[in-house]
């Protein structure tokens, strides 16, 4: 997998406030060391990253703005800054990094980027929402599904998913419809390896 010199990591809501109850079961419990892999080989590249934080406009949300758990989780919040290539923060109140602050596409092409790879909380929301977008603007959209989570979730008529269940169908709808590559992270970090 060729991984562009100037591909963006773009880390989407990697809060603390996503460790809270109220959100119930979770998968992938190796996500924050793979997040963090991936932060490491893009920082120590040169690469650009994107932070995106989600400041929830509902009352009582976990990621609440001046909340505790609107703050990055330790280990992104020690990796902030610490890169040799440009980075931005971006902050939101909607699923998709593209509707934030400041306009992520309008950064990322001034930076002149085609290529970006999606990790960060919750695989099936803002992760998704993110890719989908990213794919309809016409970006090369990498979604590595071990550097993600995402929570067990109730829908209409009763229905429940289990968060396994929940990133099988986003995996298989945003790679089947063109939308994102689904790979791993050792895909990725293989990938853009120094030179």
């Not at 590595?144 to 986003?170: I, K, N, Q, S």
Request: a negative charge; one cysteine or more.
């Amino acid at each position: 997998m060729e991984i562009e010199k100037n591909a963006a990591l773009i880390v989407v809501d990697v809060q603390r406030g996503f460790e809270d109850a109220f959100w119930g079961r979770r998968d992938n419990p190796e996500a924050e060391e793979n997040m963090a892999a991936l932060i490491d080989r893009w920082q120590e590249t040169g690469r650009p990253v994107v932070f995106v934080r989600h400041d929830s406009p509902r009352e009582g949300s976990p990621l609440a703005p001046g909340s505790a758990g609107n703050a990055f989780k330790d280990f992104v919040a020690e990796r902030r800054g610490r890169g040799a290539g440009p980075e931005v923060l971006v902050t939101k109140t909607v699923n998709s990094a593209f509707y934030g602050e400041p306009d992520l596409d309008a950064w990322l092409r001034a930076a002149g980027v085609e290529q970006v790879v999606i990790v960060g909380i919750q695989t099936n929301m803002c992760n998704e929402t993110t890719a989908r977008m990213g794919g309809n603007l016409g970006y090369d959209v990498l979604f590595p599904l071990d550097a993600m989570h995402t929570f067990d979730l109730a829908g209409p008529f009763g229905w429940t998913r289990t968060a396994e269940e929940l990133t099988r169908a986003t995996a298989v709808s945003l790679h089947g419809g063109g939308f994102a590559r689904v790979v791993t992270t050792a895909d990725v970090l293989k990938g853009a390896a120094a030179e």
